[in-house]
């Protein structure tokens, strides 16, 4: 139990440090991942109304 709340209070400092030190780079991953969110619900959707259809 010790290790996990370790390796998530590190993982939690990293993310802010690496927003403090490159805030265009973290700006541009989050993007990048909110992308792959949408692309993925755009398939699925496209996916459903074709089967649906």
Not at 7 to 29: D, G, K, M, S
């Amino acid at each position: 139990m010790q290790v996990k709340k370790v390796v998530t209070y590190v993982a939690v400092a990293f993310v802010i440090f690496y927003l403090f030190t490159r805030p265009e780079q973290a700006a541009a991953a989050v993007n990048g991942v909110f992308d792959g969110i949408f692309n993925g619900a755009n398939s699925l959707a496209t996916f459903f109304s074709r089967v649906l259809a």
